[in-house]
């Protein structure tokens, strides 16, 4: 399959494309510094400008699915207003359905929803500083579920951490006590598989470790 990566050369975005890459598939890495980007054997690096529709519709031509990786610094600028998630979601959107593509993967947080079995450090400190970001969040998930001619997942990611794979799981609901981190790969991993399994279509699949 040929996939576009938005963001592709995010942590989690450049880990995608190496999975896919293992797994056989060709990428767009769409992204604003293509200078960023490592070159690899089986992808293409398309600059973009999230703003300008038909730089985003020149960058999904040709795809057979499209993830967007996109993210907004959280942590750098987490209390400024983002609209990058909605956006984003909407332009891409319009661009896969004027080309026909059906298959849409979007990284998304566990902390969207909340949730009273958090971690009262995440419900009271980590949420309230990163809500700008989960209101965006939503407000792109809302955009998915409205698009029933899409195969949308909206990856749910928990905390992401550096370290090597190990068994993950897969959850209905947002984040609580036992479900808070997750490693790049592993979140890599997942995206990579479903791109194909599509074990999550139309869901919001929220991944952890047990
Ligand atoms: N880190 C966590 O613990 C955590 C937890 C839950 C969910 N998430 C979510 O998971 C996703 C990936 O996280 P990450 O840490 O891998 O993100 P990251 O390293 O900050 O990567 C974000 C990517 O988005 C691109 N981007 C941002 N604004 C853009 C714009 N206007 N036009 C084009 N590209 C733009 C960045 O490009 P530039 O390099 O050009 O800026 C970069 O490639 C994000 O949505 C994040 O909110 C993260």
């Known amino acids: 399959m040929h996939v576009t990566v938005f963001g592709a050369n995010g942590q ?14 060709t990428m767009t890495a769409a992204v604003r ?3 960023t980007v490592q070159p690899l054997d089986g992808v293409t690096v398309c600059k973009i400008d999230l703003s300008d529709q038909p730089s985003v519709l020149a960058t999904v031509q040709g795809s057979d699915a499209v993830i967007s990786a996109l993210g907004s610094g ?7 207003k983002t609209s990058l998630y909605s956006d984003s979601a909407r332009a891409i ?11 849409l993967i979007v990284l998304s947080s566990s902390g969207v929803d909340e949730e009273e079995n958090a ?30 001619d899409l195969e949308w997942t909206s990856v749910r990611l928990s905390y992401l951490v550096e370290c090597g794979s190990k068994p993950y799981k897969v959850y209905d609901t947002s984040i609580d006590s ?7 790969k592993d979140a890599a991993n997942f ?18 470790y047990p």
């Open 191 to 208: 995206v990579a598989n479903e791109v194909k399994e599509r074990k999550c279509m139309r869901k919001m699949a929220t991944i952890a």
């Open 178 to 184: 036992s479900t808070f981190r997750i490693g790049f």
């Open 33 to 35: 510094r293509p200078s």
């Open 12 to 25: 989690t975005g450049h880990e995608i494309v190496k999975q896919l890459l293992q797994r056989g598939h």
């Open 74 to 80: 959280a942590l750098r600028s987490a209390r400024k």
């Open 119 to 148: 971690p009262f450090f995440y419900n009271c400190i980590i949420r309230r500083f990163l809500m700008n970001t989960y209101i965006d969040m939503a407000r792109m998930e809302t955009i998915l579920s409205e698009s029933d």
């Open 93 to 103: 959107r319009a661009a896969m359905r004027q080309l026909d593509v059906k298959k």
